[in-house]
């Protein structure tokens, strides 16, 4: 008998990932990681509306109108990549001395921006500002593309800070913060290793026949099914480690609970003793109304969260 399976690579990737995104988002938002997080979760949402709009849109609506769609999307993808370096790096280094932010903020920019203009040729300036609908099209090309690259850049050092430094402050092994970032830098050496590899095989390929092309071509798809691969796997890697609490996160939950049900305990006999002597009898309990209005005033208790309420 022959299997015939009717989905091609691009399909099977594109459904596993979709799937994968919203499954990290599930976990996000049930696991209350997104007010720890809410960049990064930011970012994922968009990440999985860009590609709902690649599928639905995608030969379906004029080709210009496309470009700007996708290019928008693009550009706020790159935006929040940004933001959430910085945010992990401030999770990460919480408590570091104002002189250390700066020294290594610097180095961390000084080697990205040699890296944006080591990094492949740039656009002319005539073309960029042509006063064009074209020419802002490659103008937004251009910011989403270096955009991004600065910010992969960013976060493969980040990495590098948070594993040789990160156990001092708040970024353990164990902790969401260094587990993100880890996924993050995986991601961003891949999508660099696939561009440099891309543009070896382009530029050190003659192409002289149609069987020529049809191999480079070959290669090149590869290569994306490769980095959309681990991709994947860095999505699991974040589903199973944001699904998982942090050490110690469940003990002190538990201790403030008991601490909080102690004192409940205790504090009843009193008030009841008060409102019996003062009214002469039982004070009534608060409607069901009355406490559904002042919930939404009540704070969120600090055992919540992994780490401390700022």
């Given amino acids: 008998m022959h299997f015939d399976f009717h989905f091609t690579t691009v399909q099977v990737l594109w459904t596993l990932t979709f799937a994968a995104l919203l499954v990290l988002l599930v976990v996000l938002l049930g696991r209350e990681r997104v007010r720890r997080f809410p960049w990064f979760t930011t970012a994922?949402?968009?990440?999985?509306?860009?590609?709902?709009?690649?599928?639905?849109?995608?030969?379906?609506?004029?080709?210009?109108?496309?470009?700007e769609i996708f290019l928008a999307l693009?550009?706020?993808?790159?935006?929040?990549?940004?933001?959430?370096?910085?945010?992990?790096?401030?999770?990460?280094?919480?408590?570091a001395t104002r002189l250390a932010w700066i020294i290594w903020t610097l180095v961390l920019l000084?080697?990205?921006?040699?890296?944006?203009?080591?990094?492949?040729?740039?656009?002319?300036?005539?073309?960029?500002f042509a006063l064009s609908e074209l020419s802002v099209l490659r103008l937004m090309e251009m910011v989403a593309q270096r955009a991004e690259l600065l910010a992969g850049v960013l976060v493969i050092q980040l990495s590098v800070l948070i594993v040789l430094f990160g156990r001092r402050f708040h970024a353990g092994w164990?902790?969401?913060?260094?587990?993100?970032?880890?996924?993050?830098?995986?991601?961003?050496?891949?999508?660099?290793?696939?561009?440099?590899?891309?543009?070896e095989i382009a530029t050190h390929t003659a192409i002289r026949s149609h069987a020529v092309y049809v191999r480079v071509t070959g290669m090149l798809n590869n290569l994306n099914y490769a980095n959309s691969v681990i991709f994947l796997a860095v999505l699991v890697w974040w589903i199973v480690c944001l699904w998982i609490d942090e050490p110690g996160a469940g003990t002190a939950s538990k201790g403030d609970q008991q601490r909080v049900t102690s004192g409940e305990e205790t504090a009843k006999p009193e008030s009841a003793k008060t409102n019996v002597e003062a009214n002469g009898a039982e004070a009534k309990p608060e409607s069901s109304s009355e406490a559904w209005l002042l919930a939404p005033l009540l704070p969120i208790p600090c055992s919540l969260s992994a780490t401390p309420c700022i």
Avoid: Y
């Avoid at 994922?44 to 470009?67: D, E, H, T, Y």
């Avoid at 693009?74 to 408590?95: H, T, Y």
């Avoid at 000084?110 to 960029?128: D, E, H, I, M, Q």
């Avoid at 902790?175 to 891949?190: D, E, K, N, P, W």
């Fill in 44 to 67: 994922m949402v968009v990440m999985a509306l860009r590609l709902l709009a690649s599928r639905l849109l995608f030969g379906r609506i004029p080709r210009v109108l496309a470009n």
């Fill in 74 to 95: 693009a550009d706020l993808a790159a935006i929040l990549a940004l933001l959430v370096a910085i945010e992990l790096a401030r999770r990460a280094f919480k408590g």
């Fill in 110 to 128: 000084a080697v990205g921006a040699v890296v944006l203009v080591k990094w492949g040729p740039w656009p002319s300036f005539k073309t960029l």
């Fill in 174 to 199: 164990r902790s969401h913060t260094q587990r993100i970032v880890i996924g993050l830098s995986t991601a961003s050496l891949a999508q660099l290793a696939v561009q440099i590899a891309s543009r």
